[in-house]
C-alpha cells in the first residue's frame, strides 16, 4: 500500500494551500478506515493535524479550526486537506496517514498505519 501526497508549495500568509493524498496497492482497495494528516517541523515531533474516518467523522487539533477542512473521496481512496488563512507557524511537511487498509475483500489482508513521504508546505511571512 502506497501513499502519495500532492499539493504543497510556497504561499504568503492568509494564502491557501489544497493538499492530496491518494492511497494505491497491488490489488483492490476495499477499505481504508481513517485517514488523517500530521504535520512535523524542524525540530518538533511530528503532530496530527486533522483525520477523518470511513464515515466522515472528523476532527482538528485547535490551532487549525475554523481554517483547515479535511475530506475524502472514498471512491478514489483520497483524502485533502483545505488550508486558509495559513500561518508562518503552519509550515511544515505534512505527512497523510492510513490507520488500516483491507485489500480484496472484507477478509482480506489488512495494512497498518500507513505513511507517505510528506509534502512540504512553507508559508511566507
Known amino acids: 500500500v502506497q501513499l502519495v501526497e500532492s499539493g504543497g508549495g510556497l504561499v504568503q500568509a492568509g494564502g491557501s494551500l489544497r493538499l492530496s493524498c491518494s492511497a494505491s496497492a497491488s490489488g483492490p482497495i476495499i477499505s481504508i478506515n481513517t485517514m488523517g494528516w500530521y504535520r512535523q517541523a524542524p525540530e518538533k515531533q511530528r503532530e496530527l493535524v486533522a483525520s477523518i474516518t470511513s464515515g466522515g467523522d472528523t476532527r482538528y487539533r485547535d490551532s487549525v479550526k475554523g481554517r483547515f477542512t479535511i475530506s475524502r473521496d472514498n471512491a478514489k481512496n483520497t483524502v485533502f486537506l483545505q488550508m486558509d488563512s495559513l500561518k508562518p507557524e503552519d509550515a511544515a511537511v505534512y505527512y497523510c496517514?492510513?490507520?488500516?487498509?483491507?485489500?480484496?475483500?472484507?477478509?482480506?489482508?489488512?495494512?497498518?498505519?500507513?505513511w507517505g513521504r510528506g509534502t512540504q508546505v512553507t508559508v511566507s511571512s
Open positions: 496517514n492510513a490507520d488500516e487498509v483491507r485489500l480484496y475483500s472484507d477478509l482480506g489482508p489488512r495494512y497498518l498505519d500507513r
